[in-house]
């Protein structure tokens, strides 16, 4: 089993990769969403995170978001600080070009809105969205990627490990829908591919936007806020 460091980066390459093939095929805006909860107990965690991932297929389906968006890359991450949750599905969101200039445009307080109706609850409600725009910093970001490929091939790297947690019952960590499954499923069969810089279009400011940011995102239970991979200050 990959550990957590290593699963982060192959996803955030992995998506690099995703975003750059779509950019190229088709004129799309991009988003990342976060959805989650605060302060959950030790008792309630494992019903609770059904209850995100079934309010989480729940949004997906209602008519404002189907007809705005593309599909999506979804990770569940679960921040323990003492003795309380604050799980999150982070979401890479494609929307439709049209996005921002008319009627499916989502503001921030629709999100909010329609979190609280597809979980059937009010409080304690975390939602962040972000724009992904192209930066000017591109050669910053693509030195981050050649370090972190360093770290995955270099096996004399120490391993940041997770703490074990029985609490948290196995579930589907990741997901993928619609136009991001599609290019998932056209991946050649060595799927290590994308862990290569020269089959990465680093010239592509709005992946290496996302990327960026995917870095923070960790997959399962982890202690603390700061950033699992290796190469971290």
């Known amino acids: 089993m990959l550990t957590s460091w290593k699963r982060s980066l192959e996803l955030?390459?992995?998506?690099?990769?995703?975003?750059?093939?779509?950019?190229?095929?088709?004129?799309?805006?991009?988003?990342?969403?976060?959805?989650?909860?605060?302060?959950?107990?030790?008792?309630?965690?494992?019903?609770?995170l059904d209850n995100m991932l079934i309010g989480f297929n729940r949004l997906f389906k209602y008519k404002s978001v189907k007809q705005a968006t593309l599909g999506y890359f979804?990770?569940?991450?679960?921040?323990?600080?003492?003795?309380?949750?604050?799980?999150?599905?982070?979401?890479l969101l494609p929307t439709i070009k049209s996005y921002f200039q008319g009627r499916y445009y989502i503001k921030y307080d629709n999100w909010v809105a329609l979190w609280s109706k597809a979980l059937g609850a009010k409080d304690n409600l975390y939602v962040k969205v972000k724009v992904i725009h192209s930066k000017d910093d591109d050669h910053s970001i693509v030195m981050k990627m050649e370090q972190g490929l360093s770290a995955i091939f270099d096996v004399s790297e120490r391993k940041r490990l997770a703490k074990n947690n029985t609490i948290i019952e196995s579930r589907r960590l990741i997901g993928y829908s619609r136009?991001?499954?599609d290019e998932v499923d056209q991946f050649p069969s060595n799927t290590s591919f994308y862990l290569d810089m020269d089959n990465l279009r680093t010239d592509d400011s709005i992946a290496n936007c996302a990327f960026e940011s995917m870095l923070e995102w960790?997959?399962?239970?982890?202690?603390?806020?700061?950033?699992?991979?290796l190469y971290s200050n």
Not at 74 to 91: E, G, V
Not at 218 to 229: I, Q, Y
């Open 12 to 48: 955030a390459y992995s998506n690099h990769y995703i975003i750059t093939k779509i950019n190229e095929n088709k004129p799309v805006n991009w988003l990342l969403l976060d959805l989650g909860l605060e302060n959950v107990a030790e008792d309630n965690i494992n019903q609770v």
């Open 74 to 91: 979804r990770m569940l991450d679960i921040l323990k600080l003492d003795d309380r949750y604050h799980p999150r599905i982070h979401i």
């Open 179 to 181: 136009l991001l499954k």
């Open 218 to 229: 960790h997959p399962g239970v982890r202690f603390d806020e700061s950033n699992p991979l």
